[in-house]
């Protein structure tokens, strides 16, 4: 099993801020020795360390990491994609074997950001390195999202935590499900289904709960387009690691085994060519 979504960092207020109140749990260093010890005994045999904070210097910190471990199996970073600099930054960059992904945090960007022409100058600079997107957004900015992907026919898209729906009880917003359909028709997207715990916000999550979203993700991409991730340690504002993976097994017990084969690692695998 490969692990297609998680963080690690050395804490610092002033370097992560969106670690506020009530999310002391994380307000501290977590490093791959802590993954490997509640990842391991779950079934992981790699992961895919992605970035938390825009900067190079954390992008090379990250490779720094992978390079001293076969369980990192690659690196999605992040590169100045709006930058007159940018081709210089990912000549640097983008030679580097563990490297296999881009993210920009979207999620804190005003409307139009994904249809901004130097942003998405940046994004063709990228369909030459053969690197992955990763597309980190809320539900309201999946109708811009689609028109931003339908710009680059050829890039290869990941979509982080299903758009990151907002769960409050068993059933699902009708407008955010119109709008994963509709990217999922874009068969240059793939997603995670990685970081819905969090996403639950006024009671404790379950599995009934969860399951209309694993239902909508596999009804939309299908087992072929669809990747695990834990999104540790944010997770753990909700659920410990071997909770996730218990219970995304649940869900994943009604595929075949050879689409078990595919979500688990395949998948992940395939996209970012690892």
Known sequence: MIDSHHHFWNYSSDQYPWIGEGMQKIAQNFLPQNLLDVAQPSGISGVISVQARQTLEETSWLLELAEDSDFIRGVVGWMPLKSKDLT?????????????GVRHVVQDETDGF?????FNRGIDALLETGLVYDLLIFPHQLK?????????????FVLDHLAKPRIHKDHY?????RGIKDLAKRQNVSVKFSGL????????????????YWDMAIEAFGPHRIMYGSDWPVCLLKTEYNQWVDAVKEFAGELSQAEQYQFFRENCEKAYEL
Do not use: G
């Open 114 to 118: 994904l249809l901004d022409s130097v």
């Open 197 to 212: 715990t969090t996403e639950v916000k006024s009671q404790p999550w379950s599995v009934a709960m969860l399951k209309p």
């Open 144 to 156: 811009e999202s689609i028109q931003f992907v339908d710009l680059h026919p050829e890039q290869v």
């Open 173 to 177: 917003d009708s407008d955010w499900a």
């Open 88 to 100: 210089s930054t990912l000549d640097q960059y983008a030679h580097h074997p563990k490297l296999v």
